[in-house]
């Protein structure tokens, strides 16, 4: 049987002060799934996504992506997780303000040593693809913030990468924009069949993916 593209088994994480964001987290993400993670603030949603992607440590448990324990004490383990099996969108979209949006997307490709043709052609497709074929040469100063996330989700996608985690990326927007990115995402994953990994404080957003897991005090709950 194929393993989940994320398992994640009794995963804790704590601060110091005794604070605990996880609390044994089992938790399975099926390769091709839209999942949304939902919960108020300091629930541990965030916190979970970002150890998943490798950007940071579990305190305990497992994190097996495709079958494999992921090894946080290998510095190669998580350049290779994240340069080649995750794509990330963050909800402050982190462009960089000097790259045009066509720089921005190709951006992540300098660290692959693809050919500059390969780069631009490739992060034109995809600027195309999220309706901003026109907007190439504009930087992200010039673009709306709907359009600033579609520019991220392009760059996420630059690396061809299996699984996507987006943290609240329609944290920033309004509800209208906020439903056209969810829209965007709903048909990146029936279209590419990536998989996503959605965190969000909307609760209405979660019609658009698969299922919806709530957590709550650092727990899955629902």
Excluded: W
Excluded at 51 to 75: C, E, K, S, W
Excluded at 144 to 160: H, K, P, T
């Amino acid at each position: 049987m194929t393993p989940p593209i994320v398992e994640t088994r009794n995963l804790c994480r704590s601060y110091g002060g005794g604070v605990e964001a996880l609390r044994g987290v089992d938790l399975r993400v099926e390769t091709g799934e839209f999942v949304t993670l939902v919960g108020r603030s300091g629930s541990g949603k965030s916190t979970l996504l970002t150890i998943i992607g490798g950007l940071d440590a579990p305190t305990g448990g497992t994190v097996l992506i495709r079958g494999t324990p992921l090894d946080y004490r290998d510095r190669r383990d998580l350049i290779s997780l994240r340069r080649e099996l995750v794509g990330f969108i963050f909800q402050q979209f982190n462009l960089i303000p000097t790259l045009t949006a066509r720089e921005n997307v190709e951006y992540p490709l300098l660290f692959n040593y693809r050919p500059p043709i390969e780069r631009r052609e490739k992060a034109l497709e995809l600027l195309s693809m999220v309706g901003l074929e026109g907007r190439a040469s504009h930087y992200p100063g010039q673009l709306s913030g709907g359009e600033q996330q579609r520019v991220a989700i392009a760059r996420a996608l630059i690396a061809d990468p299996p699984l996507i985690l987006a943290d609240e990326p329609t944290g920033n927007l309004d509800s209208t924009t906020s439903e056209g990115i969810f829209s965007l995402l709903q048909r990146l994953n029936r279209e590419r069949g990536v998989t996503l990994l959605v965190v969000t404080h909307e609760r209405e957003l979660g019609s658009y993916s698969d299922r919806t897991i709530e957590m709550r005090d650092g727990r899955v709950v629902a």
